[in-house]
């Protein structure tokens, strides 16, 4: 899951400096877990801004806000709020304030989130980084640890002349990944492999921004950097939504579990 973590609001009030009139976009799926995109976050914020003179037109939480086409489908149902206010204030992680920015290009659009990692969830809101999407995955070699994420120097073949008692030179409180790589290899009976040299990774598989469609078995097809999609004449993805354009111009996660709407979808509001 994206982990997000909401801006000081002070930064947010600076975002939002010409503001008046304010509609909230949350997310039920990973912005709600870290409690960032819930109910209980669009009711703090609009509370909050409510005290700062700003007038909350309505608030919705997306089902998944990095789908466009859903989000687009949720946010026909509120309309008339989203054309009255005169900023879309998003509550999800950075692709989902994109799909709202996609959505209304002539509309101003921020965020009220940083996005800070792909994470799991170990304990309830506590986040640990397990991987970074290198595009060129090492598990199968490393008995199911990454250590382009869990070594902060990104090795591929350590450890390094640094580890201490287990522990990770960079920082003492990790343990040294190559050393879990080497037990869990030992434990399942495949420690030959820790001996394989491992080639450099290819960094073209990491290359950004990238756009790939899967097929029916989950497997990349058509992977292609902006520019060549481009020099192809591929039309930008642009779903504005009809009749909803107004004005031109452009980690917390403390708290109590999720409320009702977390789990919920974009026709339901989260203001009684
Ligand atoms: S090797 Fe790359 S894709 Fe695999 S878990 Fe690590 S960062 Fe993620
Ligand atoms: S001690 Fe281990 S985890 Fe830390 S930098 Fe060296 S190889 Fe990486």
Redesign the pocket.
Known sequence: MIITSQKEFKDIIKALAKARKVFLVGCSECAALCGTGDAKALEAMKERLEGQGIVVTGGMIAKTGCQVLGTKTELKGHKDAVDDADVILSMSCGAGAQTIEELFPQKEVYTANDSLFLGNMSRFRQFDER?????????NETGGI?P??RCPKGILNGPCGGVRDGKCEVDPNLDCCFVLIYERLKKIDQIESFKNIKEPRDFQHSRKPSKLKVDTRGQARGYQPSEQREQEGEAPLALPIEGMTKTASKASVEGEAPSGFAGGGGDASPFK
């Open positions: 991987c970074s999407m290198c595009g060129d995955c090492v598990l990454c382009v994420t």
